[in-house]
Structures are given as structure tokens and as C-alpha cells.
């Protein structure tokens, strides 16, 4: 039973680059978060989706794109990185808004 | 905004030793969230709470809600160097959850 699965673990890209991190669920959460986790800044809600075709942003949205075409994925992509974007980003998933939430393992990501 | 301060921030103590980690607010949440969360991982749900004034022991991990729901505490008896990680509380309410910027335990044999 994988739950959440991030893909990939580790990237590093330039800036400028596009890049996409993937979101898999095994499970039926209703809702799919996206976070970044820094130093000093905790967890920050980038983007979050009530179901298909629902997003809605979170404390940080600028300079990424979610999508949820169906209800297991929930992709992430920054459409030109920026080295501020460097961080460790986590996606969960939950049953409500008010759930709790199951986290993946993260994906580590590095823009030079 | 709502906003969950959580202190300490790092705590590094000695193995058997006991320790309180405090998660405050001024804000009212319908239950609080306690996770924890180990290097190279996704924080992982230890508890919630609910009740205003409720407690809730998991082995020797308790957990405290205030009366007012703003406020939670997490006692740890007698600390074990497994007990190393992030510990993270959330408030939850109408919006996603508020999420504190942790307490780092480091327990050392």
C-alpha cells in the first residue's frame, strides 16, 4: 500500500528550466495538497484541489501550476524556476479539508 | 491569518530525560493534529484532539488540548533516541490546515 508516491525523490535543473513533480495516490482522498518545506518557513501550502478539475492556492501560489485531471494525480510544475524555488516539496492527501493529511516521502529539489 | 507558534523551537536532550513541546494560538481550531517527522520523510500523524481540554496518551507521548482549542501541548516521558524528529502541530478548521513551524527534539544516548 504506497499512498503517496512523489516522483522523482531528487532533481536538480537551471533556472529557467520548466519542471513538473509528479503526485500519485493509491487511495480515494478527496483532497491533494502541495507543499514546500524550508528552514525557517515550516510548510507552506502552495496549491491544494477538492477533487478533479478543483485547485485553489494556497499561502505561496506564485510561480507554479497545478493540475487534476484525474483524481490519483496531482501534478506540480513550475513553469520557470527560480533559485528561490529550491526547497523540498511534499504533496498529501486527505479526506476533508479538516483531515489529516498523508504525506509523500518528498521530492528534493535544487535549481543552480 | 491564523498562525500556530510552536516553542521550543530545538530541544536536545539527554535520553530519559522528560521534555513539553507547546503549540499556542489565538485563534479557535475544531481539533489539533500532532505529526512527527523524521529526516528524508513526510511528517506522519501521531495524534488528534478534539474535546477542548482532552487528553490522549500514545505509550509515552501525551497530548494535551486547551480549554479554549487554541493551544495543545505534547509531553514526552522518559525520551528515547527514536523519539528524534520534527514533532509539527496543525489547527484545523473551515480553511486546510494551519500548520506550526515545529519543535526539532534531538535525544541523545
Known amino acids: 500500500d504506497a499512498g503517496i508516491t512523489q516522483s522523482p525523490r531528487y532533481k536538480i535543473t537551471e533556472t529557467g528550466r520548466q519542471v513538473t513533480l509528479m503526485c500519485h495516490q493509491t487511495?480515494?482522498?478527496?483532497?491533494m495538497f502541495w507543499y514546500r518545506q524550508d528552514l525557517g518557513h515550516g510548510l507552506r501550502l502552495i496549491y491544494y484541489s477538492a477533487a478533479a478539475d478543483i485547485t485553489d492556492k494556497g499561502e505561496v501560489p506564485d510561480g507554479y501550476v497545478v493540475s487534476r485531471s484525474k483524481t490519483e494525480n496531482f501534478p506540480l510544475t513550475l513553469e520557470s524556476a527560480t533559485r528561490s524555488q529550491t526547497s523540498v516539496y511534499f504533496c498529501a492527501g486527505s479526506l476533508g479539508l479538516d483531515q489529516p493529511q498523508h504525506f509523500g516521502d518528498g521530492t528534493r529539489l535544487s535549481i543552480l | 491569518t491564523q498562525l500556530l507558534e510552536q516553542s521550543p523551537q530545538f530541544l536536545s536532550i539527554q535520553e530519559g530525560e522528560n521534555l513539553t513541546v507547546y503549540c499556542n494560538s489565538s485563534s479557535v481550531f475544531s481539533s489539533l493534529q500532532w505529526y512527527r517527522q523524521e529526516p528524508g520523510e513526510g511528517p506522519v500523524l501521531l495524534v488528534t484532539?478534539?474535546?477542548?481540554?482532552e487528553v490522549k496518551k500514545l505509550k509515552r507521548l501525551t497530548f494535551q488540548f486547551g480549554d479554549a482549542r487554541k493551544d495543545s501541548s505534547l509531553h514526552i516521558t522518559a525520551a528515547q533516541p527514536g523519539d528524534t524528529g520534527l514533532y509539527l502541530c496543525a489547527g484545523a478548521g473551515n480553511t486546510p490546515l494551519v500548520f506550526g513551524k515545529g519543535t526539532r527534539l534531538s535525544v541523545i544516548a
Open positions: 487511495w480515494s482522498h478527496s483532497y
Open positions: 484532539v478534539v474535546t477542548g481540554g
